[in-house]
């Protein structure tokens, strides 16, 4: 069955850092997002991108934040400057059509 | 303003017992609302959605009910199983847009 990969599982980096986060979403699918989890709290919508563009953002999306799919497979999330803040997990997902969401396993993101 | 939340952050169930988790939400603006799963170090996993337009749907062992009137979204699982043991979010996706919107979630413990 086709699933949603995420890579690293876990990145520790420091303040002020740059870190690329990495997803292959299923492939005959349209529709990408980002969400963040901080640790014991809900899933937070960061960004849709849909037919090579952002589609949407949520107010946490700001100037830091960027995302990319730079070729048919992956679709990556940028933090240019990261912030204690930051921390969180960080899941991938995609859809074909439909509510449906698929979501990757996670990147851990520590931020010291 | 949009918000999705929970009415209990816990519920524990016998093994075998109908477990409901409830849900309300204050943002009518949405075209689905859909329940996901989350199991420890993993991302979320879609169980069933309804659209708007519908009051009730059946899945496998899942039901799902939603109260226009009073904003109120319900999953009701039936002969609950260990395996069942996870944190439950409901979550509403905006009509016309790309957001999903999650809520607190519920940790759902079954007793063996």
């Known amino acids: 069955e086709p699933e949603v990969t995420q890579t690293p599982s876990h990145q520790v980096t420091q303040m002020g850092q740059e870190v690329i986060l990495r997803c292959v979403p299923i492939s005959n699918h349209l529709y990408f997002y980002w969400y963040r989890q901080i640790l014991g709290q809900k899933v937070e919508f960061l960004v849709s991108?849909?037919?090579?563009?952002?589609?949407?953002k949520s107010e946490i999306f700001d100037d830091q934040f960027s995302v990319e799919r730079p070729d048919g497979s992956n679709f990556t999330l940028k933090i240019r400057s990261t912030k204690l803040e930051d921390s969180a997990m960080y899941f991938c997902a995609s859809r074909r059509s439909g509510p449906e969401q698929y979501f990757g396993p996670g990147t851990r993101l520590t931020v010291t | 303003g949009e918000s999705v939340g929970l009415h209990l952050p816990t519920l524990s169930v016998q093994e075998g017992d109908n477990s409901i988790i409830n849900c309300a939400y204050s943002n009518s603006a949405s075209d689905y609302f859909i329940w996901y799963k989350q199991e420890s170090g993993k991302g979320p996993q879609f169980i069933i959605d309804i659209r708007s337009n519908m009051d009730k749907r059946q899945g496998q062992r899942v039901t799902v009910l939603l109260n226009k009137t009073v904003k109120h979204l319900s999953l009701q699982i039936a002969a609950t199983q260990p395996g069942d043991s996870a944190v439950y979010f409901c979550a509403e996706k905006v009509t016309g847009g790309f957001k999903t919107i999650f809520g607190a979630g519920t940790r759902l413990f079954v007793k063996a």
């Open positions: 991108f849909y037919n090579n563009e952002i589609s949407e």
